[in-house]
């Protein structure tokens, strides 16, 4: 079977735009920002990003057009049949299965905000009992698989449909409308509440040394990964679809600035409503779900900016998840000679049991005895195992693959091919070969080997 191509570069772009910018950038980059206390951490942060995501994106990015076959597939085919580094694939489809599946259920929140500022339920309501919408959603095992199988469904619909057909052509519509929206956020809080923009600017630019913590440094790099789809193969997929006249290095460029500028706008599209309204910005993950509902309903025109937030934040949400399902799909096909059809379906019906026990963690959970082994619930572990080890893991393997494994000749024609930036390619290189002790650095302080 011939394999499926993107039409246009612009329609990679943002497909792939569409795969990094989501819930990490919207729902986490504010609220782990807040929490880290601003300035510093985001500083940190784009550092991160530049020095580690960058190279690494160019590096996943080639590895899967030099190959033109999804993860487990694409090392098998670069480094041979018995490669050790397949495992590397693998890694990457376990990844997409366990975060697909706790990022459903999120997302599935979302779609539920968006019935809810349809419908008006913060009418008259005290600020706790808005705040407590969100705690009986949490808690309600049926309203969470009832979103979590809609969320899904959706993401199912549009990879059925294919690389062209379905991928392309939804992001192609969707993330203009993703642009414009964060735009138009941007524009009305500005408005509506200049003195908290102004707060937000302060919190967001200025340094504060004191509120770092080294914890702080270890979620800016953990979250480079996420918020980048670094890691687990998701754009070494969408890489594999490219054609070899597109370049690499130009369109890594454009996918991670875009990204980034989605999350400082997020930030200046949350802080000012935050700060401006008395709140504090170190709300943890309910800073978009309870937070922002209490304000939304004191603002003039309140519901409408609820419903394109969430809106926006469910469209954010579904460009990312369709490239996690297309992970776990593309190996089925090029590894199973599966049909699309099948594939897609069997790693959607994988992924909505694999989140059930993330969608029935909020009301009491299904097994305790995980709770009390791990002190957490199904969903935060996942999360947990997800953003801080596997993808950061998943990313320190792919620097040193593509780094120190990958042939040289090989490497340098695809860095080349079709790229105006050819002459960087020492630069590159040396960036990623030197990006693995930056993430060394990070793992041996997570387990413990390392003392700051
Ligand atoms: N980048 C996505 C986000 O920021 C999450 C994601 C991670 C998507 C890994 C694909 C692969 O929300």
């Given amino acids: 079977m011939m394999r499926a191509h993107w039409g246009t570069r612009l329609g990679f772009i943002l497909a792939a735009a569409g795969s990094a910018i989501g819930l990490g950038n919207i729902w986490k980059f504010p609220y782990i920002t807040g929490e880290n206390g601003g300035g510093l951490f985001v500083l940190i942060y ?33 480094s041979g049949e018995d490669s050790p580094w397949q495992a590397l694939g693998w890694l990457g489809v376990v990844c997409a299965f366990v975060i697909l599946s706790y990022y459903s259920v999120v997302a599935g929140w979302s779609l539920n905000y968006i019935i809810l500022s349809l419908v008006d339920t913060t009418h008259g309501k005290t600020p706790d009992q808005i705040g407590g919408i969100f705690d009986t959603l949490y808690k309600s095992g049926s309203a969470n698989l009832l979103w979590h199988f809609v969320f899904l469904s959706l993401t199912v619909g549009i990879v059925y449909g294919g690389v062209q057909r379905g991928i392309e052509k939804a992001c192609r519509v969707l993330m203009p409308m993703l642009f414009v929206m964060v735009g138009a956020l941007v524009v009305y809080c500005l408005i509506e509440t200049p003195s908290g ?17 080294p914890r702080g440094v270890l979620e800016a790099l953990g979250h480079s990964f996420f918020t980048l789809s670094l890691g687990m193969g998701a754009m070494l997929t969408y890489g594999s679809y490219m054609s070899k006249e597109d370049d690499i290095t130009r369109s890594s460029l454009w996918i991670v600035g875009l990204d980034t500028l989605i999350s400082m706008l997020a930030c200046f599209m949350i802080f000012p409503f935050v700060l401006g309204h008395g709140q504090v910005p170190a709300q943890g993950p309910g800073l978009v779900f309870k937070t922002l509902p209490i304000i939304f309903s004191t603002l003039p025109a309140g ?63 299904m097994l305790p005895e995980w709770e009390a082994m791990f002190g957490m619930n199904f969903f935060d572990t996942f999360d947990y195992l997800a953003s801080n080890w596997l993808l950061t893991f998943g990313g320190f393997a792919t620097a040193i693959y593509a780094g120190w494994f990958l042939p040289d000749r090989l490497r340098r024609e695809e860095f080349a091919s079709g790229s105006r930036f050819g002459k960087l390619y020492p630069v590159w290189l040396w960036t990623l070969r030197v990006s693995p002790v930056a993430i060394l650095v990070v793992l041996l302080y997570k387990v413990g080997l390392l003392k700051v």
């Fill in 46 to 78: 784009l550092g991160c990003v530049a020095v580690v995501g960058l190279p690494i994106m160019i590096a996943e990015i080639l590895i899967g057009r030099a190959a033109q076959s999804s993860p487990v597939s694409a090392y098998k085919r670069l």
């Fill in 303 to 365: 519901l409408l900016v609820s419903l394109v937030f969430f809106v926006l934040l469910a469209l954010a949400a579904l460009t990312s998840a369709i490239s996690l399902l297309e992970v776990s799909t593309s190996y089925f096909i090029d590894e199973h000679e599966w049909e699309r059809p099948k594939a897609v379906l069997v790693t959607g019906v994988i992924t909505l049991v694999l989140g059930v026990p993330s969608a029935l963690a909020g009301g009491g959970g």
């Fill in 197 to 213: 923009f102004a707060k937000a600017f302060g919190f967001i630019l200025e340094p504060d040394r004191e509120k770092l913590t």
